[in-house]
């Protein structure tokens, strides 16, 4: 039987900054997934600076070979809506990318032995070790397995009724020949609002590549939605008419909506396995990203030692960091169901509510300082 020091359950962003952080260290870490990568994830696709510092990636390293598409401004309005408000930065605010090529190229350069193409199957707890799928043992295991994570599912039972945000998504190359029909500009990524403000499509342009999506917390409503919001782009000639694709579909928790359990002895969990994807966007790799480096650095201080009060100190530093103020709290609940339509229409058509509300604070959270250990 193969044995390591740290066990993550998942290769995506959250379980590679984790790997990267503890092999840093010295730890012998295996990765294991069920997908073999590279691998398609639905997702919108773009990352900002703070990211990219926390990550130490090289980007003009990165980008040789992959899609790094700056994007210095966005177009923000409502599905339906006649106008968008264009807002525009004097530098790049976020970064495109592909999931495919992102996922990839963090877990070769973790540096952890990977066990790729490979489901957890069996779980089983014997004395302070785990033993999973009857091949390999660990001391501490960690959820990174997404929103179905079996880990997550060990820890905390079935899912239940539990409120999720439901998306659709796809990616595809760009035909050269109808290129002229694609009227997003890659640097200004296209957000477009529900009235109702419980849920939003987007549609980015990545070099080459279009990025269409769109999410909502009422999954039952979700084809219809999405249905109306494709409309909407052909009408407005962001898209070609005779445009059709095969959608890609995705579920995740977010942070405020219902908090799970995230840690116990020898085990915690880590990005939307732990429900951490933020409230007002639904945006997770940056949440994914700073809970694996949380967890490496409390598994480090562990030293070994991972009874559930010596891992406590990560759940308390996910508190600290992904909560918000009481005020904060109290306003994100207040406004999807104390606007009206035409209230939620005026909002999204006034300039600083946008850049300063929409923008800076709900999707780009461009005033949360950088992340601190302590």
């Not at 782009?233 to 694709?245: E, F, G, Q, T």
């Not at 915690?268 to 490496?296: H, N, T, V």
């Not at 609940?333 to 300063?356: I, M, N």
């Amino acid at each position: 039987m193969d044995t390591c020091d740290v066990l993550i359950v998942g290769g995506g962003p959250a379980g590679s900054a984790c790997a990267w952080k503890l092999r840093q260290a010295g730890l012998d870490v295996v990765v294991m997934d069920a997908a073999v990568f590279p691998r398609d994830k639905v997702c919108a696709g773009w990352i900002t600076p703070r990211v990219v510092d926390e990550l130490e990636i090289d980007a003009a390293e990165y980008r040789r070979g992959r899609t790094l598409q700056p994007i210095t401004g966005f177009r923000t309005g409502l599905v339906g809506g006649r106008e968008e408000v264009e807002t525009t930065y004097d530098h790049p605010v976020s970064y495109g990318i592909r999931r495919c090529e992102f996922d990839q190229y963090l877990l070769q350069r973790s540096g952890a032995r990977l066990a790729l193409g490979t489901r957890l199957s069996s779980l089983e707890r014997g004395g302070r070790r785990w033993i999973v799928n009857d091949t390999i043992t660990a001391p501490i295991l960690v959820g990174a397995g997404g929103h179905f994570c079996p880990v997550a599912r060990w820890l905390n039972g079935p899912l239940g009724e539990t409120p999720v945000v439901a998306a659709q998504e796809v990616e595809f190359a760009i035909d050269p020949r109808d290129a002229a029909e694609f009227t997003i500009a890659p640097d200004t990524p296209e957000l477009y609002f529900c009235r109702d403000l419980q849920g939003y499509g987007w549609c980015f342009r990545k070099h080459d590549y279009l990025n269409v999506g769109f999410g909502r917390l009422d999954r039952h409503g979700l084809p219809k939605a999405t249905a109306e919001f494709v409309g909407f782009l052909k009408s407005r000639r962001k898209i070609p008419r005779n445009a059709s694709w095969r959608w890609h579909g995705h579920a995740y928790l977010l942070y405020e909506m219902r908090r799970r359990r995230v840690v116990d002895a020898g085990v915690l969990l880590i990005g939307d396995a732990a429900g951490l994807a933020y409230s007002q966007s639904g945006e997770g790799i940056r949440p994914a990203i700073e809970s694996g480096l949380l967890a490496a650095y409390t598994l480090i201080e562990a030293n070994g030692c991972y009874t559930r009060d010596r891992l406590e100190r990560y759940q308390q530093r996910c508190r600290a960091r992904f909560d918000a103020s009481p005020l904060l709290r109290s306003l994100s609940r207040a406004v999807p169901t104390a606007l009206t339509v035409k209230a939620a229409g005026w909002l999204l058509d006034v300039p600083w509510f946008v850049r300063h509300v929409v923008l800076n604070r709900w999707f780009l959270h461009s005033l949360d300082p950088a992340l601190a250990i302590r």
